[in-house]
C-alpha cells in the first residue's frame, strides 16, 4: 500500500521558520510588550508591514482634492507636502491622526501640521468630549486648543 497525504510526522526537533525581521532579542512573555517594541516588529524591521503602508498611503495621498468657492487656499495646504500621504500611515500605524492648524492674522489658514499621535494625549471635559489636547515633545509640552476660536487648532482623524 502507497504512501498517503499526512502518514509521515515531521521530526519532533524540527522549529517553524521565522523571518529574521520577526526575531526580538527580549525575552517574549505573552503579547504584553510595549508599543514600541510592537512597532518596531511590525514596521521598522518588517519589509512587508512597511511596503503595505506605503501603497496605501501613497494610494490616498495621489487622490486629487478640489476646492469648493472661496477655500482654494485650504485646498493648496492639504495637497502640500504629502499632508494626506503621511496622515493615512499615521492612521495605519497608530489609529490616530492628528493635524494642527495654525491661521494667521486674519484667521485664515496658514500652515498644517501633522503631530505625531504618540505625542499627543487628550483632555477630555466631565462628559467625555475632548475639548483640547496635549503635545509632549521632549521636555516640552504645549497645550493645544480643540476648539475654532484658537489661532491653533487640532484634527483629530479616527479609524472606526
Not at 524540527?14 to 514600541?36: D, H, I, K, N
Not at 499632508?83 to 494642527?100: F, I, P
Not at 491661521?103 to 499627543?120: H, I, K, Q, S, T
Request: aromatic residues 8%.
Amino acid at each position: 500500500m502507497g504512501l498517503w497525504f499526512g502518514r509521515k510526522s515531521a521530526p519532533a526537533d524540527v522549529r517553524p521558520f521565522v523571518p529574521q525581521w520577526l526575531r526580538s532579542e527580549a525575552t517574549e512573555v505573552g503579547f504584553a510588550r510595549s508599543y514600541s517594541e510592537q512597532f518596531d516588529e511590525v514596521y521598522r524591521r518588517n519589509p512587508v508591514g512597511q511596503r503595505a503602508v506605503r501603497l496605501v498611503s501613497g494610494m490616498l495621498g495621489s487622490l486629487a482634492i478640489e476646492a469648493i468657492e472661496g477655500d482654494a487656499r485650504a485646498a493648496e495646504l492639504v495637497r502640500a507636502d504629502g499632508l494626506l500621504e503621511s496622515m493615512t500611515a499615521n492612521l495605519l500605524l497608530h489609529g490616530n491622526a492628528y493635524v494642527q492648524l495654525i491661521a494667521d492674522g486674519n484667521d485664515r489658514p496658514a500652515e498644517l501640521c501633522l503631530l505625531r499621535p504618540e505625542r499627543v494625549s487628550v483632555i477630555s471635559d466631565e462628559r467625555g468630549w475632548p475639548v483640547a489636547y496635549l503635545y509632549r515633545a521632549g521636555a516640552q509640552v504645549e497645550l493645544l486648543s480643540g476648539r475654532a476660536d484658537r489661532r491653533a487648532i487640532v484634527v483629530r482623524v479616527e479609524k472606526r
